[in-house]
């Protein structure tokens, strides 16, 4: 009887210890140094090409439904299936040639992807000069079963400087009563074609099912404020990513009822800085709705997906790339970009 009860504080005591720590984790400001990195580095061109995909952790392909966005499931059909997910990921990302490439929702192994590791094979593939992975889900104290590590990525062959975390708003209320999320800014610095441009590449993933959007909301205000503060320095500025709001109006085909667009808000357009662009690409979606598989002209299609520019950056050309959803709940966007002088 005592053994039991010592065993079972010792389970309380460590749940207590594992709630705290995970509660109390937040993202701080920090930069890292990547200008002795060893391998050869690219010249920045005069006009560069960015990317930006949403990977689904390798588990929300065309086979998949997700608990939290209204399905059934919160894991993937089946390993085989997060297995040919990995292998088309790592094949369209190896092809996607961008110059600077932002990734979100990459995970290593972990029970959302069936503990399979997409980031290990993306890495192998991407043969980059810069490998940028940060955690934005990342458990401590957990055992290996239930281990969460998921983040974003920023890959890139040129001649970075500086990679810079800035922490934004998250939600008031930790996932699962103990995880917090830790949003933040990815940010990657460079010098330009010419002595006298610097560019600054912003990776994001906001909040996704915050009651309202009005966090989104809030996210957005930060992003732009220091977005702004960079431009302000002489930075020639390009904010990437999964924005989690509508940013354009879209008439794709769909009979998904209101009751699972729950998530879904529009993009505050009145919040992006006078002179700054939006960049996207209005002939496609970027994301499906994952409250079922994948069944084109079912699930609600929408563009959540794109670019924001400084006034000294032109808008090339964007476009995105058609995976029909096959290994992801997103497909990934490509913004050719060049600095104005």
Same mark, same amino acid.
């Given at each position: 009887m005592?053994l039991?009860l010592?065993?079972?504080?010792a389970i309380v005591?460590?749940g207590? !210890?594992?709630?705290?720590?995970n ?9 890292v ?6 391998r ?5 061109p005069?006009?560069v090409?960015v990317?930006t995909?949403n ?14 966005d209204?399905? +059934?499931?919160?894991?993937?059909p089946?390993r085989a299936? &997060?297995?040919?997910?990995?292998e ?5 990302a190896?092809?996607l040639?961008? #110059?600077?490439?932002?990734? @979100?929702?990459v995970?290593?192994s972990g ?7 997409v980031a290990?094979?993306? +890495? #192998?593939?991407?043969?980059?000069? %810069? ?12 055992p290996?079963?239930?281990r969460?590590k998921?983040g974003?990525? *920023? ?13 934004? %708003?998250?939600e ?9 999320r830790?949003?933040g800014?990815q940010?990657?610095k460079?010098?330009g ?5 610097e560019w600054a590449? *912003?990776?994001?993933?906001?909040s996704?099912f915050d ?6 909301r809030q ?10 503060s960079l ?5 020639? !500025?390009?904010i ?5 709001m ?8 769909h009979q998904?009822?209101?009751e ?7 993009f505050?357009?009145?919040?992006i ?6 960049? *996207?690409d209005?002939?496609l979606p970027?994301v499906?709705? &994952? ?9 609600y299609l929408? *563009?959540?997906?794109?670019?924001v %520019? ?5 808008v !090339? ?7 029909d ?8 966007v490509i913004?050719n970009?060049?600095?104005? @002088?």
């Open positions: 005592k039991a010592i065993i079972f504080g005591l460590y207590i !210890v594992v709630t705290v720590v509660r109390g984790a937040v993202l701080s400001a920090r930069t140094d990547f200008s002795s990195a060893s050869a580095k690219m010249r920045m005069d006009t090409s990317g995909w990977l689904g952790y390798a588990g929300l392909g065309r086979e998949s439904d997700f608990a939290v209204g399905g +059934e499931n919160l894991f993937p089946s299936i &997060v297995d040919k997910n990995i088309q990921i790592t094949e369209v190896g092809q040639a961008t #110059n600077v490439q932002f990734f @979100q929702e995970s290593y029970p959302l992807s069936l503990w399979k590791s290990t094979p993306l +890495e #192998n593939t991407a043969g980059s000069n %810069v490998f940028w992975w940060r955690p934005d889900i990342s458990s401590q104290l957990l290996w079963p239930i969460l998921h974003t990525v *920023i890959t890139t062959d040129l001649k970075a400087t500086t990679g810079e975390l800035f922490p934004i %708003v998250g008031p209320e930790p996932l699962f009563g103990f995880l917090n830790q949003y800014m940010v990657l460079m010098p074609a010419t002595e006298s441009i590449f *912003i990776n994001i993933h906001l996704a009651d309202g959007g009005d966090l989104r996210q957005i205000d930060s992003v732009f404020s220091y977005a702004k431009y302000e320095a002489g930075f020639h !500025v390009v990437g990513g999964d924005w989690n509508e940013l354009a109006e879209t008439a794709f085909p998904t009822s209101d699972d667009l729950f998530w879904i808000h529009r505050p357009q009145e919040s800085p006078e002179g700054w662009k939006l960049a *996207i209005t002939s970027t499906r709705t &994952v409250n079922q598989a994948f069944v084109r002209g079912e699930n929408t *563009i959540i997906d794109g670019f %520019v400084s006034p000294n950056v032109e !090339v050309s964007v476009s995105t790339t058609d995976t959803f096959e290994m992801s709940d997103h497909m990934p913004g970009f060049r600095a104005v @002088q």
